[in-house]
């Protein structure tokens, strides 16, 4: 085992170039799900904080509902829209690292559109009075408001990074695990493992804890900075 762990760091020292394409694939992936899936969910869960509509409440629930939504079932639905008898079978994106952004973002989106709903629903209630002597209706306002809440959305964002790239099962159905194409973090850990290469599986391992370290003291930090900020 001390061998294991000694040759794990040597390769991370070393800058195996192996080791290097796997760790940056995995960031690519998960950061360009964040992008995408924050185009759709901050709107989304701004406009679902301010407007009252038919069926809100369900929308609400469902959102938070989806937070926990298991990852495997999200590979199966995009895996299914993707393969070549679905309705974007001629795409060719299945085994790519597209269509792992794609289940990445769909895991993401009710993360982010949920915590983004709730931020911009306590924002509204603090500045509403004040926003509409300004002249600006709950459509003028989400801009501002989004603005205004961006440490904590930034939050919102890191969980849904988190949650991203330490996804095994979701990618691994649309990814495919292919060396050198498709190969992330959390699939070449579980595929080394069973291969019994625990050097390479230990140095990911370690890679992979430390960002989530990361995000994670970086999520806390910027929510005190808020709390201290906007005493909120």
Not at 43 to 71: I, K, S, Y
């Amino acid at each position: 085992m001390m061998e294991a762990f000694a040759s794990a760091f040597g390769l991370m020292l070393a800058g195996d170039a192996e080791l290097l394409g796997i760790v940056g694939l995995s960031l690519r992936v998960s950061l360009s799900a964040v992008f995408f899936a924050s185009l759709l969910a901050l709107p989304v869960g701004a406009a679902v904080a301010l407007f009252r509509f038919p069926g809100r409440g369900a929308v609400v629930v469902l959102l938070n509902a989806l937070m926990g939504l298991p990852p495997v079932v999200a590979g199966l639905i995009v895996y299914l829209l993707l393969s070549r008898v679905g309705p974007l079978g001629e795409l060719g994106l299945l085994f790519t690292p597209s269509a792992m952004v794609i289940v990445q973002s769909l895991l993401i989106f009710p993360i982010v559109a949920a915590l983004t709903r709730q931020i911009v629903s306590d924002l509204w209630e603090e500045y509403r009075d004040q926003l509409i002597s300004l002249g600006a209706g709950r459509l003028r306002a989400i801009p501002t408001l989004l603005w205004d809440g961006r440490y904590r959305l930034i939050t919102a964002l890191l969980a849904g990074f988190g949650r991203a790239v330490a996804e095994v099962g979701a990618v691994l159905i649309v990814g495919g695990n292919i060396a050198g194409v498709t190969r992330v973090m959390t699939t070449a850990i579980a595929l080394e493992t069973n291969k019994g290469n625990l050097s390479l599986a230990l140095a990911l391992g370690t890679i992979l804890m430390t960002l989530t370290l990361l995000v994670n003291g970086l999520a806390y930090g910027l929510g005190e900075f808020s709390r201290r900020r906007y005493g909120g």
